[in-house]
């Protein structure tokens, strides 16, 4: 009998752990529907059990994939082909039938708020790469949820992908395993489909033994469908679908038709001396310090911050009117260098066991190695650099690339939050708006209103970072930090923002924005940062709680004369860290309005225009 009648399937990969009976008949139509279009050898339904991650990682190093890191506990090393190494949005795009449904139609050119794709071109696109794209490799089935199995805030959804990889990055970012399909039954999920692009036998040699097909990278959602296709690329975001494709763009577009938030935002707890506790949400680009400030270790005494999570925070009121805020993910993907003891030493005990290192350099007794990690290397001991050539400083180029990550589970974090995994969430009091302004914008304001609030979000703007395939360190318009993870329309989008002012009962949280690094004449941070910013948190803790001081500037509220606390800080040029130019803020006011209407254009919001407009006037009145 020919093998593909065998199963009576019309196909003939082989189940090699689990079986397709065990499915829900929903998931098992996805994977039998995929397995045809994508013609794998092998399907392997993922159980999430730690024999089946020590195997798929006994697999991968054999392969050369991966290699274990000696001094750490069961710790690995994954260099990619230089070719993959960030998300890359300029093949990532939204499908709908209605551009508009997308993006805002900007006046003139292209839309810099996401990128829309036609129905037609996607059928043409997906046509040209999926059809036998996992030949000779295995398809693993990713159950995973997306929040605490069973918080009426979480979601669910299947990745279907032919990396062992992405199943072993998956199991430390999402609940992911057998549990989630007893959870799922015959309910509705997302349909994730990925594929690194290079079915076997491989037409070219792979580098670094990282398959993937950047010609081809495509990375799709489908809103209207549920579903997320990604094409080509292994590495973080483009790969994770749970991240930033489901939990952002996707989770963002059912936010809006289910009156919720999802937003590129960290979710910590400060507790203040007294035993008083508050949680903050915040938002800043890819690289701008979301993982080091909801781990932070506070310098000022008797202040404790706990982390809920350090990436995505899904927000939805309840019923007494407390914005109420779950973590959807089950790790932390954050940026290696610049990490150490000194800047994060909780996520330095985080990462000491059970971690996967991407594209971080390795020292010779099987250590991890990067710039800014502030260990002094023992004598003899040589590095090997992310492009895995032996290296050393006076190579003139980093060891580590400036995007490489560590992948942890989030439980192992010291200062985890007792309630970081409660189904109901934790209450937000106030939501943080931030970026990499090296001039002009002061270390902290807040906003006079929710309004105003939503407006610095829409206003926010940051140097660009190594996280996407932005070249240089240009200053680019990220409102709410989603440009790169709207799931729809922006205009919407603030238009769904200013809309919570009117729930009935809600309690909106304070808004405030701030600014880690703004540099003096000489090109050095005026602020210290990292444990240091709890001083910062302080006084935006006690703003919520009526106990701080504060001085009305034409962009917001600023901590009055004493009112920040810079005790045992040393030299702090503070005139400076404040300093707000009239000047300046001219012509940020008007880039502004020139962005949001050229961009937003029939979509902004009354309510917003309202703000910029008010803003131009405050400034012009200095
Ligand atoms: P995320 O991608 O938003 O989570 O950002 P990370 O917290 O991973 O930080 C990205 C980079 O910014 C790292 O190299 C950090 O060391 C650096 N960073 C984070 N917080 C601060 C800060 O307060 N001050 C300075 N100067 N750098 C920071
Ligand atoms: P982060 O996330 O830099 O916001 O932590 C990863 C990414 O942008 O892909
Ligand atoms: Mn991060």
Not at 611 to 619: F, G, H, I, S
Request: charge should be neutral; aromatic fraction near 8%; glycine fraction near 10%.
């Amino acid at each position: 009998m020919p093998p593909q009648l065998q199963n009576g399937l019309n196909f003939s990969a082989k189940v090699i752990q689990g079986t397709l009976d065990s499915l829900p008949q929903v998931v098992r139509a996805f994977v039998e529907n995929s397995v045809r279009l994508c013609q794998p050898d092998h399907i392997h339904i993922c159980d999430g059990s730690e024999g089946e991650n020590q195997q798929l990682l006994d697999q991968m190093e054999g392969e050369g994939m991966i290699r274990k890191l000696r001094k750490l506990s069961n710790c690995w090393l994954a260099l990619t082909d230089p070719r993959d190494v960030a998300r890359i949005e300029s093949k990532t795009v939204i499908v709908t039938q209605e551009q508009r449904d997308t993006v805002p139609v900007p006046k003139t050119g292209l839309s810099q708020l996401g990128r829309w794709m036609s129905e037609e071109d996607f059928e043409k696109a997906f046509k040209a790469r999926f059809p036998g794209c996992m030949k000779g490799r295995t398809m693993y089935v990713i159950p995973f949820s997306m929040g605490p199995l069973g918080s009426p805030l979480s979601k669910i959804g299947v990745e279907l992908t032919d990396s062992p990889y992405v199943v072993t990055s998956m199991r430390i970012m999402t609940r992911m395993g057998t549990a989630v399909l007893e959870a799922l039954g015959d309910g509705e999920f997302v349909k994730c489909l990925h594929s690194v692009g290079c079915p076997l036998p491989l037409k070219k040699p792979l580098v670094n033994n990282w398959p993937c097909n950047p010609e081809l990278t495509l990375i799709a959602h489908l809103p209207d469908r549920r579903e997320i296709i990604s094409f080509g690329s292994g590495y973080g975001g483009n790969s994770l679908l749970g991240k930033k494709c489901f939990a952002l763009r996707m989770a963002s577009r059912l936010a809006k038709e289910e009156g919720w938030l999802a937003e590129h935002m960290l979710i910590l707890g400060i507790t203040n001396p007294k035993g008083q506790k508050k949680y903050f949400a915040a938002a800043f680009p890819s690289a701008c310090g979301k993982t080091n400030l909801a781990m932070m270790n506070p310098s000022l005494p008797g202040w404790k911050i706990e982390c809920v999570g350090d990436d995505i925070a899904w927000m939805k009121f309840d019923q007494q009117g407390n914005l109420r805020a779950i973590n959807p993910e089950n790790g932390f993907f954050g940026v290696a260098p610049g990490t150490s003891v000194k800047t994060n030493p909780n996520a330095i005990k985080t990462i000491q066991k059970n971690t996967i290192f991407t594209n971080v350099a390795e020292t010779s007794d099987g250590d991890i190695y990067w710039e800014g990690i502030d260990q002094p290397l023992a004598p003899g001991i040589k590095i090997t650099s992310w492009k895995n050539k032996e290296w050393t400083p006076q190579d003139g180029e980093p060891c580590a690339h400036p995007n490489s990550r560590f992948c942890t589970p989030a439980s192992q974090c010291p200062i985890i939050d007792p309630a970081w995994e409660s189904p109901e969430g934790v209450p937000i009091e106030g939501i943080i708006f931030g970026g990499r302004r090296p001039a002009g914008v002061p270390l902290v304001y807040e906003a006079a209103s929710w309004q105003h609030g939503v407006f610095v979000g829409a206003a926010m703007r940051s140097e660009a970072t190594a996280a996407a395939e932005h070249q240089g360190k240009v200053i680019m318009h990220d409102p709410f930090a989603m440009r790169p993870f709207f799931g729809y329309n922006f205009g919407r989008y603030l238009a769904h923002w200013l809309s919570m002012a009117q729930r009935p009962g809600a309690k909106l949280p304070k808004i405030f924005h701030v600014n880690w690094f703004r540099k003096d004449k000489d090109g050095r941070f005026l602020w210290p940062g990292f444990g240091e910013n709890s001083r910062v948190l302080e006084w935006m803790f006690n703003r919520i709680s009526g106990e701080a001081g504060a001085k009305i500037t034409p962009i917001g509220l600023i901590p009055e004369e004493g009112a920040l606390n810079l005790t045992g800080l040393g030299d702090i040029d503070t005139e400076e860290l404040f300093h707000i130019s009239k000047e300046f803020w001219e012509k940020e006011a008007e880039d502004i309005q020139q962005y949001l209407e050229e961009q937003v254009n029939a979509d902004l919001p009354a309510g917003i225009e309202r703000e910029v407009l008010a803003l131009k006037q405050r400034v012009s009145q200095m």
